[in-house]
């Protein structure tokens, strides 16, 4: 499993991908002071798939 995480600017969404061995990647968007609780239950979380890069919609 890794870890990518990054931020679009204080006060707004941060943004974790999770790679998984032995399953689809997720990518997580929350506001950055959101614990975890609330990243897992209340917000946008998506697996390998069903997102892509911002630079692709452009």
Do not use: N
Request: proline share 7%.
């Amino acid at each position: 499993m890794s870890l990518i995480k990054r931020s679009s600017g204080p006060g707004l969404l941060e943004s974790v991908v999770v790679d998984y061995d032995d399953a689809p990647s997720e990518c997580t968007i929350y506001p950055a002071d959101s614990d975890i609780e609330e990243r897992t239950t209340a917000w946008i979380t998506a697996k390998e798939g069903s997102f892509c890069p911002i630079t692709s919609r452009q």
